[in-house]
């Protein structure tokens, strides 16, 4: 099913030092658009059942979704198979306890027929597609971190140091060359290790305190810090691998900030900003309405635009204490080398409910968008 998609034009840029007054975005201005295609990704999952709850920590099953070059698009669920198929492959497989794998599935970006799947057993719900650069993909899945090339042949395998409590958080550069795995304990107790994906070479690995949400670049680090610490105002810092924290920008108004390029810093918060890793204010705006989720900002890998995914709660009744459901409404798009205006699509389909997984092409003409039961493409207009 094709569904109406709404451009709404807004200039809402100034350039210049931190600090700068801002100038208020004009109205905006409408234009027409259709999605590229939409497929239906429930019977390509077949039989195994997608994990999509909660786990007893409250935390989400990892759903990845990328591109891994313009003509290819993957997405990857954790799913389980029923206990009787488990019976069947291990008969002495503990009862009870859900046999996981991770399957990723492979489309033409094109068309969206799917062109290959995949499989893989992981014993973590924490398993999914963590980088890509150059058709290469990292795949993490606990402990285990696995380097696949673009024809699905197994590169290199990383096993990452066991944690007691939890797994590691990986954050890849924009440009997937990158990635930090990363864990903090409630003390704030830091373990950092710093990995080249096109290698899986380890090339830091070292403890230090953290105290807040974590941003990579392919030679820098951004930190909130002090947010979980009483008594201390929030700010935004940044290093290299070599320099020590620099303070940027207060963490008050800006909790989740993630990198764009390689230069270029997104801060979501009360308000939201685009600054220079040294502070420098690049544009300013109130900050968009019902985000979707902390820190979902999705560059494309050249950094000329990135994708900003608001939502809306549909109905639920307060009164009875039903909740409702997350809503798709609106794709804030962000030509970044221009420094002078976004574009806001206006999402007009009836069930793009609970997005869970959203990608932008490697040239930004592409938006992807997966929840849990379709896989969606948009044609971008055309970088200004």
């Known amino acids: 099913m094709i569904f109406p998609v709404v451009f709404a034009i807004a200039c809402l840029l100034s350039s210049g030092s931190a600090g700068s007054p801002q100038r208020k975005a004009p109205t905006p201005k409408y234009e027409a658009a259709t999605s590229k295609w939409r497929v239906d990704v429930r019977p390509i999952i077949g039989s195994a059942r997608t994990e999509w709850g909660l786990d007893h920590d409250g935390r989400r099953p990892r759903v990845s979704l990328w ?5 290819t698009l993957v ?13 069947l492959a291990d008969h002495n497989a503990p009862q009870g306890i859900p046999l996981l794998q991770l399957r990723a599935v492979f489309f033409d970006s094109a068309t969206g027929k799917a062109i290959a799947t995949r499989d893989w057993p992981t014993e973590s719900r924490n398993a999914g597609i963590v980088a890509v650069h150059d058709g290469k993909f990292a795949v993490q899945a606990g402990n ?12 290199k395998t990383l096993t990452l ?17 990158n990635i930090l795995f ?33 941003a990579i ?3 820098k680090i951004a930190m909130l810090a002090c947010e979980r610490v009483r008594g201390c105002e929030p700010y935004v810092e940044v290093r290299g691998l070599a320099t020590q924290w620099e303070t940027i920008a207060p963490g008050r108004d800006y909790p989740f900030p993630k990198f764009i390029d390689n230069s270029l810093l997104y801060l979501e918060g009360h308000f939201t900003s685009v600054i220079l890793s040294d ?3 690049i544009f300013a705006e109130d900050k968009p309405p019902d985000a979707c989720w902390q820190n979902w900002v999705f560059p494309a890998v050249d950094g ?38 976004c574009r806001v699509l206006d999402v007009k389909a009836p069930n793009v409910r609970e997005p869970t997984g959203f990608a932008i092409s490697p040239d930004g003409l592409r938006l992807a968008i997966l929840n849990d039961k379709f896989l969606e493409v948009v044609d971008l207009p055309p970088l200004q």
């Open 217 to 219: 670049t392919d030679d």
């Open 304 to 341: 000329q635009r990135f994708a900003v995914p608001t939502c809306g709660v549909k109905g639920g009744n307060e009164i009875l204490d039903i909740g409702g459901h997350t809503e798709l409404k609106q794709i804030r798009l962000y030509d970044s080398l221009s420094q002078k205006c």
């Open 182 to 214: 990363s864990y903090a304990t409630p003390d704030n107790d830091g373990s950092w290790i710093w990995v080249e994906t096109d290698t899986l070479r380890i090339v830091r690995s070292w403890e230090e305190p953290r105290t807040g949400q974590v």
């Open 161 to 177: 140091p066991p944690l007691a409590q939890s797994d590691w958080a990986a954050y890849a550069s924009p440009t997937g060359r």
């Open 75 to 87: 997405a990857t669920l954790v799913t389980h198979e029923s206990q009787d198929k488990r019976a």
């Open 279 to 281: 502070g420098a204010i």
């Open 67 to 71: 591109f891994i070059d313009a003509k």
């Open 144 to 155: 285990e971190v696995t380097l696949y090339a673009s024809d699905l042949t197994v590169v």
